[in-house]
């Protein structure tokens, strides 16, 4: 959610690089997500169902996070903690998906709970397209893309590996 978020240089430099045959879509809308209540399963808020909508479309997603404390930050969470209790069809489960720890340092704290998370909603975790690939700040330019073309090709990969195209 932040401004010059890595990960969201990341995620944004891979849409942007993806083959013709591949639609990538970059969701922006975790910062109008509600806090996480069940009770509102029945009448869903509009956020909400459009988190849904975009991951029934969606044949695979890509997650790239930060750590915060040593965990997940919050707001990840309670965008995953909507995801749980969708039975619709098309929902994250059994949904191939993969991640990214752009991180110099790591996100092991942050990247042991996803997998919890994701394995709890019975989503299929598609380990080639599970990848390490540290990105500094300064790796990303003024148009908040990432520059460096070794980087790029690396980002490029894990897209193919969660897609199925590589």
């Not at 970059?26 to 069940?38: A, I, K, Q, T, V």
């Not at 394995?119 to 690939?133: F, G, L, Q, S, T």
Request: with cysteine.
């Amino acid at each position: 959610m932040r401004a010059r978020s890595t990960n969201a240089a990341a995620l944004r430099t891979i849409q942007v690089d993806a083959p013709p045959e591949i639609a990538c879509r970059f969701y922006e809308g975790m910062g109008d997500l509600p806090h996480f209540n069940p009770d509102l399963e029945d009448h869903l808020p509009e956020s909400v169902q459009k988190l849904r909508s975009e991951i029934h479309s969606s044949d695979a997603i890509l997650l790239s996070t930060p750590e915060y404390a040593g965990a997940l930050p919050g707001s990840l969470k309670n965008l995953l903690d909507w995801t749980i209790g969708d039975a619709e069809p098309g929902s994250i489960y059994e949904k191939p998906i993969g991640w990214l720890n752009v991180s110099p340092r790591g996100a092991r704290g942050a990247l042991a709970e996803l997998r919890t998370v994701l394995e709890y909603a019975h989503a299929r975790i598609i380990h080639d397209a599970v990848a390490d690939v540290p990105i500094s700040l300064d790796a990303v330019g003024a148009g908040g893309l990432i520059r460096d073309p070794a980087i790029r090709g690396q980002l490029a990969l894990v897209l193919r590996n969660v897609v199925g195209t590589s």
